[in-house]
């Protein structure tokens, strides 16, 4: 046993928390599927090996040049380590705001800095795990082909995670201190989101506008990058090598980032108890969230325009949602970019545009659909109220398409400046998909917890996936219908197929009207 | 002959036992009415009913004349609920809380803005009516929820343990308030398991256990009842409920559907 309160038995808990966490999230809450989940984890494991051995030892790899095999391996480590960085920010500013055993470890005798070292490694961990969801198979495939020096590769995953873990805290520590707690925790939301997303869509950005190409490694691969690359003996190319297991670059790597990870705990440890004292400030204070003060008086509206604002004022007021808007709307930034280099004369404007525009939307409708339907926060109260339950029900999906309008409509007003004829294309698409997202999600609708959206994929797996399938399908029959292909019909009536599927799925009424 | 604020008749609510059991119980129009019971007897899900949260699966429900069950919406109208959690939205303020419960009972924004000035003032929110709700306590939640529940000039109010977790002085207002809502005419009922608050406020007290009303009346009446002259309502409550559990074997043994 470890000594109650030490940093090895808070690790514990925090190990023991976030494995139920994870399995909680993996078998939506129920203990029985436990074994289910573990065995279809196992099978997607193994399926990811085969995939990996294939692409490891495709004759393409097979061909490269140790400059482009450095070339390839540290772009690879920045693309996680820029969803690490995101990731861990999100962590990091959740450590911060989220009460959850936060007061309760607070008010003990325990030590602050212990916990604080425990949950940065966790962080550090955690962010590390993910990205070796997908790694780890083709760790394994190339140790297996090409000698175990690749197994190297973990303890540089490890490393990066560490790195990514400091990187986060700081720049949430410098938003404390640039802008105070209140604001932090938005700005450093929509940060992350930038974060993840900034790698890819700025390679994707300089290939398109040097090259007229989505190909990120025939840019990273070609002349007028190798002439930007330092010389081999660089330090520059240290975590690739270590990745291969090159002994002193392995050991510099791990090295640095321990180092910077004891460096960040001994400087932001002592300021922590104060951050969290400040950010619960925010939710015990009634005085830390003035609203500008609407002296005149209420407005004359009816019922469904009441329901509306009240729904558009939440979901305006939600940092999440706005954070991961504003990346789904950052990652439409290349196909725009590449419809402003080609007005609308390349061909690969219906491929790329049409379906990207299409399975956004209906993700985007999804999550808002699931926040105004499922995620009401007073159920009684409108279930109280005087009007029908269609009446509610018609003002909630108003909202949430007028909401999923304000966000497409620039998009697509830039879609029919390029070419008209793919914009119509693609508003059917958006209607289409946003309305079935919007379906599902009222079949499939549960009380929930607003602050829960993070995890409404657990609630459940079959409106997760109808959901994802619908948004596919709408997606390629618009693009087919773009391309002028007869084939869009048979994605139309998989679309459909998945709708009625959802529908004979969908959970039964509980006879409670909430 | 004055139509009585809430007629309930032979009704019945099954989950995977019965929660309400052929409850039949009538309140009158101005009264303040206690529904007491153990925990698990029924009276959360009765109260439910009345308000349309849950479909009884067999009964009559009627609102001041009003079918609640065939003519929901005109029930409604006249209803105010208050649960025990207050639900409020952490992400608006007290006024643009009460400005959407306004909307959704349709109450003329004028009349509605002002009824809200005056219920904000009265429940001492103003201070806070243009800071959002997340950072308030659960008295001022509750505050706000009652607030809510007020702003339409509910002809029948009904609140479910609406004292618990608040400090004296929150108690206190909130019984003020209910008093002053009686005396203009409006009926209370109310739920609790304080029953000093019961044994001063209610009018009529009703006894719920095993989903049936076991004793109603007032507390004189309820004294005789139980055969203790000078007895307290907790002695009279606890002796009535003894007895059914004796008569009809152990109650409140469901998950707290009820």
């Not at chain 1, 190409?213 to 090598?241: C, G, H, I, Q």
């Not at chain 1, 109280?384 to 009446?391: H, S």
Request: charge should be positive; proline fraction near 4%.
């Amino acid at each position: 046993m470890n000594q109650p309160a030490s940093t090895a038995w808070l690790a514990r808990h925090e190990i023991r928390l976030a494995w139920r966490d994870l399995m909680a999230m993996t078998t939506a809450g129920k203990r029985s599927r436990e074994r289910g989940a573990l065995i279809l984890i196992a099978i997607a494991a193994i399926g990811l090996h085969f995939l990996a051995w294939g692409l490891v030892n495709s004759p393409d790899a097979q061909k490269q040049t140790q400059l482009d095999r450095w070339i390839t391996i540290t772009a690879m480590l920045v693309l996680p380590f820029s969803l690490m960085t995101s990731q861990a920010m999100e962590s990091v500013t959740r450590a911060f705001y989220s009460r959850s055993d936060l007061d309760l470890i607070v008010s003990s005798p325990a030590s602050i800095r212990r916990l604080f070292t425990v949950r940065v490694g966790a962080i550090a961990v955690s962010t590390t795990l993910l990205s070796l969801l997908l790694g780890a198979p083709f760790i394994n495939m190339l140790a297996l082909s090409e000698g175990p020096g690749w197994l190297a590769a973990y303890p540089v995953l490890l490393s990066f995670g560490a790195v990514a873990a400091v990187l986060a805290l700081s720049v949430t520590v410098a938003l404390f201190r640039l802008i105070g707690a209140k604001r932090t925790r938005l700005a450093a939301q929509i940060v992350a989101a930038l974060v993840g997303a900034s790698f890819i869509i700025g390679i994707q950005l300089a290939a398109i506008s040097s090259m007229g190409t989505l190909s990120r490694m025939a840019f990273l691969k070609s002349e007028m990058v190798r002439n930007l690359l330092p010389a081999p003996d660089s330090v520059f190319w240290y975590p690739a090598r270590a990745m291969t297991g090159e002994l002193l670059p392995l050991a510099a790597v791990i090295g640095f980032s321990a180092l910077i990870f004891m460096f960040a705990i001994l400087a932001y440890s002592g300021g922590f108890a104060d951050k969290v004292i400040a950010a619960a400030g925010i939710s015990q204070s009634g005085k830390a969230r003035p609203i500008r003060r609407r002296d005149g008086n209420f407005r004359r509206q009816s019922v469904r325009a009441a329901l509306r604002r009240k729904e558009w004022k939440l979901l305006a007021r939600d940092h999440w949602l706005i954070s991961q808007t504003l990346m789904q709307v950052f990652y439409l930034v290349p196909p725009a970019f590449m419809l402003w280099k080609g007005f609308g004369s390349s061909g690969a404007l219906p491929a790329v545009v049409v379906p990207v525009l299409v399975m956004a939307s209906g993700q985007l409708a999804g999550g808002l659909a699931w926040l105004a339907i499922s995620g009401e926060d007073a159920p009684q109260l409108v279930a109280t109220a005087p009007v029908t339950p269609a009446m509610i029900l018609r003002a909630k999906i108003e909202a949430v398409l007028g909401a999923l309008a304000i966000v497409v409509t620039p998009l697509l007003a830039i879609l029919a400046w390029a070419s008209p004829r793919e914009a119509v294309i693609c508003l059917g698409g958006i209607a289409a998909a946003g309305v079935s997202a919007t379906m599902i999600q009222l079949w499939f609708r549960s009380q929930a917890k607003r602050s829960n959206f993070r995890r409404r994929q657990t609630s459940s797996r079959v409106a997760t996936f109808a959901e994802a399938f619908s948004s596919i399908f709408w997606a390629g029959a618009a693009t087919l219908v773009a391309l002028g292909s007869w084939f869009a019909l048979a994605f139309v009536a998989l679309a459909l197929v998945v709708l009625v599927i959802a529908r004979s799925l969908r959970a039964a009424p509980t006879g409670e009207f909430a | 002959m004055a139509i009585n604020a809430l007629e309930i008749t032979d009704l019945y609510k099954r989950f995977d036992r019965p929660a309400v059991n052929g409850l039949t119980m009538t309140v009158r129009p101005g009264e303040f009415y206690a529904l007491l019971g153990p925990n698990g007897a029924g009276k959360t899900t009765t109260l439910k009913m009345v308000t349309g949260l849950l479909r009884p699966d067999r009964g009559e429900i009627s609102v001041f004349g009003h079918n609640a069950l065939r003519d929901p919406v005109s029930a409604k109208k006249i209803t105010a609920w208050v649960p025990d959690e207050p639900m409020i939205y952490d992400r608006l303020t007290p006024l643009e809380y009460l400005e959407f419960v306004a909307g959704l009972w349709n109450i003329d924004a004028r009349q509605a803005n002002e009824e809200a000035h005056r219920l904000m003032d009265w429940l001492k929110l103003s201070p806070h009516a243009q800071e959002r709700c997340e950072g308030f306590s659960r008295g001022m939640r509750q505050k706000v929820a009652l607030a809510g529940a007020l702003i339409h000039e509910p002809r029948l109010i009904i609140l479910d343990e609406p004292l618990t977790g608040l400090d004296a002085a929150s108690a206190r207002l909130v019984k003020e308030v209910l008093k002053e809502r009686v005396a203009m005419g409006a009926t209370v009922i109310m739920t609790t398991h304080i029953l000093e608050v019961a044994e001063r406020m209610a009018e009529r007290i009703g006894v719920i256990a095993d989903g049936r009303l076991v004793a109603e009346g007032t507390l004189g009446e309820l004294r005789m009842r139980a055969g203790k002259g000078d007895g307290t309502l907790e002695e009279v409550f606890l002796d009535i409920v003894s007895e059914e559990s004796v008569g009809a074997g152990p109650a409140g043994q469901k998950a707290d559907a009820a």
